[in-house]
């Protein structure tokens, strides 16, 4: 199906039936299969054939959302995780582990940052973070000899970054590693990081893919380009023996396209067991068919409101790369040029006082720890996810007292920015 459109691969990627089968993918709710030999099941135990034996690995409903969002992206393979902390965590584990180093980009997900700064550094990896807008030296820089794989987010959550994903994949593979992108917040819809050199894309799928705040999720897609072979020496665990599946060689046995998802699947989803629910899955891909359909108008609110906000004496200041003032706006025609998201965030004039009135003020948008949903949600982080910080550590963070966050949902634009207007007018 790797031929089709975009917004085609949305409504019908990764299935398609059979005479007589559900036009729908159906939920196949059992953890367990039923073969007539050992022989046949120890053929799957071995990875010696394709099947299906237990839920925990792999799961025909879950297949089939994995494949469609892997053609999505434009990858060889894919799988669903239980969250999209789950897919960060496992996409990195799988070729990182005790010993080993990591860059990251700085601008990311706290809940990443967290993973990758405290639990991982606990796990023996040590991470040297770096700025989304750092020159080639100093990117070149934070690599080491047991540097495995290079971490960004396309578009930043929350602080609305923009990566140049060429410049971080050159680099990644200057160094003889791979680049993982986290591809949440635009969504294949606006950018396909693998098309610019990444070569593991990952998805909180929670967000704009689900869309309308129903389930938890992740997804990991391989684009089959990285050559573990070449680099045989730092990725033992796919270019040796796994004497824990017969002396598999995952690299040699699947390939550029497969052996990175077969490990992830075989050890790690294995041993962690963060699988999604069949259940779960399938209201994914109900999100997923009008992703497309969605993201646009996402876009749109995003712009409207963003627009307005920028004129309003009210608000200080405004990001979102889709305004051309935007320090992102030039990276953002580069790599998102239908668009980027529908979460805007803005100063306001009187700080943290104003930003809670304002909030307060709001009859459409909802205050909600959320983004990505069909409804809009906004946050004002000083006074919820960061309300432990000063005035003045909030502004070392880059998060000013008076940041409001707003995630536009799919409501009409005219009705988003009356209701904004209305709450402003209630401020100083
Ligand atoms: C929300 C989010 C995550 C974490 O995903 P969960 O599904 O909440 O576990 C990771 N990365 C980004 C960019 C996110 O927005």
Same mark, same amino acid.
């Given at each position: ?248 060689? /995952? ?31 399938? /209201? ?145």
């Amino acid at each position: 199906m790797q031929d089709l459109q975009l917004d085609t691969l949305c409504v019908q990627g990764g299935y398609t039936p059979g005479n007589g089968e559900p036009r729908q993918i159906p939920i196949v709710q059992s953890t367990t299969f039923r073969y007539e030999s050992g022989e046949e099941m120890g053929k799957l135990f071995d990875l010696e054939a394709p099947g299906y034996f237990y839920t925990r690995l792999q799961n025909p409903t879950n297949d089939y959302v994995a494949a469609k969002i892997c053609a999505l992206e434009g990858g060889t393979a894919g799988m669903l995780t239980s969250s999209g902390q789950a897919a960060n965590f496992f996409a990195m584990f799988n070729i990182a582990g005790c010993g080993d180093h990591i860059v990251a980009s700085s601008s990311i997900y706290g809940g990443t940052f967290n993973l990758i700064s405290v639990t991982m550094r606990r796990m023996g990896i040590d991470v040297t973070f770096v700025s989304p807008d750092c020159t080639d030296e100093e990117l070149n820089a934070a690599f080491k000899d047991n540097t495995k794989l290079v971490f960004g987010e396309t578009i930043a959550n929350p602080a609305l970054t923009v990566l140049d994903i060429e410049q971080f994949a050159k680099a990644a593979h200057a160094h003889g590693v791979p680049l993982i992108i986290d591809n949440t917040f635009a969504t294949p819809v606006n950018c396909r990081p693998i098309q610019w050199g990444a070569d593991i894309v990952t998805h909180s799928t929670t967000k704009y893919m689900d869309g309308h705040g129903v389930s938890v999720g992740g997804a990991i897609v391989d684009g089959g380009h990285f050559d573990w072979m070449a680099h045989k020496d730092k990725f033992p665990g796919l270019t040796t023996p796994d004497e824990s599946y017969h002396g598999i060689t /995952y690299a040699e046995k699947f390939g550029l396209g497969g052996a990175f998802i077969t490990k992830c699947t075989a050890q790690l989803m294995r041993d962690f067991g963060s699988i999604q629910s069949p259940q779960h899955a399938f /209201y994914l891909n109900m999100g997923l068919e009008s992703l497309h359909v969605r993201v646009a108008r996402h876009c749109e609110n995003g712009q409207a409101v963003a627009e307005f906000l920028a004129a309003h004496p009210k608000v200080t200041s405004v990001n979102y790369c889709g305004l051309p003032g935007d320090p992102y706006h030039e990276r953002a025609m580069k790599y998102l040029p239908n668009g980027s998201c529908g979460v805007v965030s803005f100063e306001l004039r009187g700080g943290r006082e104003a930003a809670s009135r304002f909030m307060n003020a709001l009859k459409l948008a909802a205050i909600e720890t959320h983004v990505a949903d069909a409804r809009t949600c906004c946050l004002n982080p000083a006074t919820t996810t960061h309300r432990q910080m000063t005035d003045a550590q909030l502004k070392a963070a880059g998060v000013p007292a008076g940041l409001v966050r707003m995630s536009c949902g799919l409501e009409d634009k005219r009705d988003l920015i009356a209701d904004i207007a209305q709450a402003l007018d209630t401020i100083d």
